[in-house]
């Protein structure tokens, strides 16, 4: 989630709409029930929040993006700026979502923590984010770029894609019962990948020239581009997600 106080609502909006709408089936996993009281950790501009909410529930968001949290605020949510390793809720929700969030917490184990204390007794922890082989094509495409421009510096991946047993093992050794848990290929349409890249990677050069930004990303287009794109679909990005269901111990 680190990077995410720096996206800006407008453009997550036209070019990454994709992620709240392919959520359906974690919102089916949280199951939610009338009057529960439910955090939405890292929100992005409060879509699914209100799905939640017309549910006949009471959520709370929290994200760390200030322009985010602005927009969820406007479509009537009760939302705060805060990150997922520093939630100061305790024994307040009957269950805590999260979708496409916590491959940006580097800190998970202390996110888990600040997770299971904002849960009541028995409450539930639902989520759904990047797992292992998560767009492998992409990462190694960056990597690749880095290695044939030293003079960029190392390629720092801001991202954590763990395997299921890794993270199984953390929410158990962390006080959760762990029912479910699986890693989902989802090979995803995203538009042009130069708008993904401009969305999430803009961290990853952040240290870089202005025209250093643009040819790491044309090279990393170019590599990509008979990897995963076709006339016919476009542009496909090889997500893997890690979807869960976990519940407080006591
Ligand atoms: C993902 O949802 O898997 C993801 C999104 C942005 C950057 C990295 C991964």
Request: hydrophobic share 40%; no cysteine; net charge neutral.
């Given at each position: 989630m680190k990077e995410s106080n720096k996206w800006n609502a407008n453009e997550y909006n036209k070019h990454a709409d994709f992620v709240s709408n392919l959520a359906m089936p974690v919102i089916d996993l949280l199951d939610p029930k009338e009057n529960e009281i439910i955090l939405d950790l890292g929100c992005g501009e409060g879509t699914l929040a209100i799905e939640i909410e017309k549910l006949?529930?009471?959520?709370?968001?929290?994200?760390?993006?200030?322009?985010?949290?602005?927009?969820?605020?406007?479509?009537?949510?009760?939302?705060?700026?805060?990150?997922?390793?520093?939630?100061?809720?305790?024994?307040?929700?009957?269950?805590?979502f999260s979708n496409a969030v916590l491959h940006w917490v580097n800190?998970?184990?202390?996110?888990?923590?600040?997770?299971?204390?904002?849960?009541?007794?028995?409450?539930?922890?639902?989520?759904?984010?990047?797992?292992?082989?998560?767009?492998?094509?992409?990462?190694?495409?960056?990597?690749?770029?880095?290695?044939?421009?030293?003079?960029?510096?190392?390629?720092?991946?801001?991202?954590?894609f763990p395997k299921k047993t890794e993270y199984k093992k953390l929410l158990e050794n962390n006080g959760f019962n762990v029912k479910y848990i699986e890693l989902i290929p989802r090979p995803t349409k995203i538009d042009d990948i130069r708008n993904w890249l401009d969305i999430f990677a803009n961290g990853i050069?952040?240290?870089?020239?202005?025209e250093q930004q643009s040819q790491f990303k044309e090279e990393v287009r170019e590599i990509l581009k008979p990897k995963i794109y076709s006339e016919k679909d476009g542009w496909i990005a090889d997500y893997v997600r890690l979807r869960l269901k976990a519940y407080k111990i006591g």
């Open positions: 006949n529930t009471k959520v709370i968001a929290v994200d760390l993006s200030v322009s985010m949290i602005k927009k969820t605020k406007a479509k009537g949510i009760e939302a705060y700026v805060m990150s997922a390793t520093q939630l100061t809720f305790e024994n307040e929700f009957d269950a805590v800190d998970s184990k202390t996110a888990i923590n600040k997770i299971h204390t904002a849960l009541k007794g028995n409450g539930r922890f639902i989520a759904e984010f990047g797992g292992y082989g998560n767009i492998k094509y992409l990462t190694d495409a960056m990597q690749e770029v880095f290695n044939n421009h030293p003079e960029y510096g190392q390629f720092n991946n801001p991202w954590y050069v952040s240290h870089l020239k202005q």
